[in-house]
Structures are given as structure tokens and as C-alpha cells.
């Protein structure tokens, strides 16, 4: 079976602009979500998704970063503008339910 | 407040050796309970994991973890360690009905030829 699939893998932008991560989640998952990792820190989830729907964004910063999930299958996460502190690793994971989440390779974005 | 605490940031060991990672959590209720492992440049893939049943969990690569609801730990074993071994290594713990999973800060583990 495929696995969640992320791109870039890997990005690098100057502060104040804008970018885009992509996620495939594995065929038949409902659940999708995206975590931020900082450099030395576990993931921090900043936003899940049921199906199409938003079930948890409290710790999405949303002034700058948005998500959506089309049709409930692909996710886009996108932050405008970019600060430094934005510079992590930011991890896509599916889930059949509630009690396993698989998790894609990472986008690890650099702001300069 | 709930939270998942690994006290150790850094732990090197020599190959052959045997691990333990710590890990303890602080809830009102017995969360569900998880162990990740991390290569460089690699994303999070599930060790073990604990629901209910047996306190002493088997996972891949040789890994076990043992629930102590004593001492909220969930902590990670390994009773011969291989150079391929070296990651990072995060706890998590899921709160029933809340679908939210809250890691730790992870362990580095450093492995001696």
C-alpha cells in the first residue's frame, strides 16, 4: 500500500513570502492532519481534518496559515507571509479512524 | 495540563547494549499510548502502541515498552541495540474521543561502534 505522500520535500524562501505544501493521504484514510516540528521539539498538530471538514485548528496560526482539503482526499497547507520562526519540518499524517496516524516523509522549509 | 514528558534529550549507548527511554505522561485519564522512531530526513513510523490489555507491549524491530500506571510512564526497551538503531525517538499519548495525539520533545539516541 502507497504511503502519504508530501511535496517538496524540501523549500527554501525568503521571509514575507508565500508558500505551499502538498499531501496525498493513503487511499480510503478520512482523517488528515498537519503537524509542525521544530528543530529539537516533538510535532505540534496545527490542523485536522474529517474528510473535508475542520475538526481541529486551535493551534493554527491563522493570520498567516491556511488548509484546506478538496473533495477529502489531497491537503494543501499554505502560509503567507512567511516569518522566521516558520522554519520546520511540517508533517502530513492520515488516519482510517482515530487510533493510528501514518505519517508522510515532511516538507522541511527554510525562511531566510 | 496534560503533556507527555521524555526527561532524557540525549542518550548514547553502545551497540550490543541494552536501551530504556523514558517517557511519562500527565492526564486525568489513562491515554492511549505510542512510541515513534525517526531517521534523519525521514517522517515518524509507529514502534508500538498501547490501549488496554497486557501492560508490556511488543513492537517492531525488537522494541518492547511496559505501562506503569503507578508511575504514568510508558517506557521504551531494547535489549541489544544496532547501529541502525540511531534516530530520534518520540512518545505520544492520545486522549479517548479527543483524536488529538501530543508528543514528547523526543530522545536522540546515539549509537557507539
Redesign the interface.
Known amino acids: 500500500e502507497a504511503g ?1 505522500a508530501q511535496s517538496p520535500r524540501y523549500k527554501i524562501i525568503e521571509k514575507r513570502q508565500s508558500v505551499a505544501f502538498w499531501c496525498n493521504p493513503i487511499s480510503g484514510h478520512a ?1 488528515l ?1 498537519w503537524y509542525q516540528q521544530i528543530l ?6 496545527l490542523i ?1 481534518f474529517q474528510n473535508n471538514g475542520v ?2 485548528d486551535s493551534q493554527l496560526p491563522k493570520d498567516r496559515f491556511s488548509a484546506e482539503r478538496l473533495k477529502g482526499v489531497d491537503s494543501t497547507l499554505k502560509i503567507q507571509p512567511a516569518k522566521l520562526e516558520d522554519s520546520a519540518v511540517y ?1 502530513c ?1 492520515s488516519s482510517p479512524g ?9 516538507t ?1 522549509l527554510t525562511v531566510l | 495540563a496534560q503533556s ?1 514528558t521524555q526527561p532524557d ?1 540525549h542518550i548514547t549507548v553502545s551497540e550490543g547494549a541494552s536501551l530504556e527511554l523514558r517517557c511519562n505522561y500527565s492526564y486525568g485519564a489513562t491515554p ?1 499510548l505510542f512510541w ?1 522512531v525517526q531517521s534523519p ?6 514502534l508500538l ?1 498501547y ?1 488496554s490489555g497486557d501492560t508490556l507491549v511488543q513492537g517492531i524491530k525488537g522494541f518492547e515498552a511496559e505501562f506503569k500506571r503507578s508511575q504514568s510512564s510508558f517506557n521504551l526497551r531494547k535489549p541489544s541495540v544496532h547501529w541502525s538503531d540511531a534516530a530520534e525517538y ?1 512518545c ?1 499519548a ?1 486522549i479517548q474521543g479527543a ?8 530522545t536522540r539516541l546515539t549509537i557507539n561502534p
Open positions: 502519504v482523517t492532519y529539537g521539539q516533538g510535532p505540534k498538530l485536522q475538526v481541529d508533517l499524517a482515530w487510533n493510528e496516524q501514518f505519517f508522510g516523509p515532511g522541511r | 507527555v534529550i492511549y515513534y530526513g525521514q517522517g515518524l513510523q509507529l502502541k490501549f518520540f505520544a492520545l483524536q488529538k495525539l501530543v508528543f514528547g520533545q523526543g
